[in-house]
T-cell receptor, first 111, second 113 residues
């Protein structure tokens, strides 16, 4: 399948530290990428997006980097807070509005 | 803005019963999507609509699944008959236009016993 969810990669960081979540995508024709945050019992929440004509985009405390050469996407969260604990998904638009999600990474912020 | 609204939040039913999930997209959004989330397969796109018209239903698992969008403010996903393997969280999402962020509802957790 296009995403395997049985064992989520996990990342634990100390509160206040920076975190980097990585994602590899598969389709070189994908032209639009989005990061989502999902908290327990809720739907995925939009964080930030980037189009393929860019390699970096910044938001509030978050930065997304896109490396098309190696088909790699990363989400950097600065000065992490307890509320950042969640599962983070990258998604790629493979055309015709078909948004395909990665498996997700569980981020835990330790106090 | 109330966001995407899904109902019910939880549904428990017995195998063989019909299940209907409901979604109200964000007003003004032209696209509506149905996703299913399981531990094994993650988030899977089932079907999406543009201006109330189904565009791609290739993700619908089998004929037991059907989706409708009778107007711009309402969509349903129906499973008939339901089976235990349909147990999952079903999400509805909407977006303003193509290649714009999807806004998700909080999902319907379906349990088929």
């Amino acid at each position: 399948g296009e995403s395997v969810g049985l064992h989520l990669p996990t990342l634990s960081v100390q509160e206040g530290d920076n975190s980097i979540i990585n994602c590899a995508y598969s389709n070189s024709a994908s032209d639009y990428f989005i990061w989502y945050k999902q908290e327990s019992g809720k739907g995925p929440q939009f964080i930030i997006d980037i189009r393929s004509n860019m390699d970096k985009r910044q938001g509030q405390r978050v930065t997304v980097l896109l490396n098309k050469t190696v088909k790699h996407l990363s989400l950097q969260i600065a000065a992490t807070q307890p509320g950042d604990s969640a599962v983070y998904f990258c998604a790629e638009n493979r055309g015709a509005q078909k948004l395909v999600f990665g498996q997700g990474t569980r981020l835990t912020i330790n106090p | 803005d109330a966001g995407v609204i899904q109902s019910p939040r939880h549904e428990v039913t017995e195998m063989g019963q019909e299940v209907t999930l409901r979604c109200k997209p964000i007003s003004g959004h032209d696209y509506l999507f149905w996703y299913r989330q399981t531990m094994m397969r993650g988030l899977e796109l089932l079907i999406y609509f543009n201006n109330n018209v189904p565009i791609d239903d290739s993700g619908m698992p089998e004929d037991r699944f059907s989706a409708k969008m009778p107007n711009a403010s309402f969509s349903t996903l129906k499973i008939q008959p339901s089976e235990p393997r349909d147990s999952a969280v079903y999400f509805c999402a909407s977006s303003l236009a193509g290649s714009s962020p999807l806004h998700f509802g909080n999902g319907t957790r379906l349990t088929v016993t």
